[in-house]
T-cell receptor, first 111, second 116 residues
């Protein structure tokens, strides 16, 4: 699996958009980008994934650069409940085999 | 909506006890997984299953066994609990089959198990 790099932490004001970057410069053509988050003392929560097109669901948007070497997760209107560690991972298959998260980005949403 | 339910959020057991952790998913997923998560060690895969009555060892199966008698239920068993099995245990499930390999694993809320 390709390695990913994320900032250690970031703050966001409640109600504003949170833009979380992820670098994956060694990504292969058949690898997907997945985002999960983990709120303290809870299990990881799947957010979104994509291959090369931008994706949007009820939780977030995923913007993948044309060269696919980086991506941005956008939480359009951050709330206090979005405070969590956010993980970006790159996988060919996520349905099978063990998932491994890196250190992720600690996002703190402040009032 | 996706739902993976673990039977207990918090559990306290004694050394030497046999401990059962239960996980149920309502999404008709073929694949199910048991991980443990410890500070500084990240997620570690204990066992997984791709079908009823099928199981495969993950990275750290020692001291654990699993049971999958029904598609929706995957049980983790600590045969004789020890203090080094104190951890957060996470169950996950995912779709299988052609065209589904990119589908994500969905996790339960975890069971925080303490062995005294």
């Amino acid at each position: 699996d390709a390695k990913t790099t994320q900032p250690t932490s970031m703050d966001c004001a409640e109600g504003r958009a949170a833009n979380l970057p992820c670098n994956h410069s060694t990504i292969s053509g058949n690898e997907y980008v997945y985002w999960y988050r983990q709120i303290h003392s809870q299990g990881p929560q799947y957010i979104i994934h994509g291959l090369k097109n931008n994706e949007t669901n009820e939780m977030a948007s995923l913007i993948i650069t044309e060269d696919r070497k980086s991506s941005t997760l956008i939480l359009p209107h951050a709330t206090l409940r979005d405070t969590a560690v956010y993980y970006c991972i790159v996988r060919v298959e996520a349905s099978w085999g063990k998932l491994q998260f890196g250190a992720g980005t600690q996002v703190v949403v402040t009032p | 909506d996706v739902k993976v339910t673990q039977s207990s959020r918090y559990l306290v057991k004694r050394t030497g006890e046999k401990v059962f952790l239960e996980c149920v998913q309502d999404m008709d997923h073929e694949n199910m997984f048991w991980y443990r998560q410890d500070p500084g060690l990240g997620l570690r895969l204990i066992y997984f299953s791709y079908d009823v009555k099928m199981k495969e060892k993950g990275d750290i199966p020692e001291g654990y066994s699993v049971s999958r008698e029904k598609k929706e239920r995957f049980s983790l068993i600590l045969e004789s609990a020890s203090t080094n099995q104190t951890s957060m245990y996470l169950c996950a499930s995912s779709l299988s089959g052609r065209g589904n390999s990119n589908q994500p694993q969905h996790f339960g809320d975890g069971t925080r198990l303490s062995i005294l």
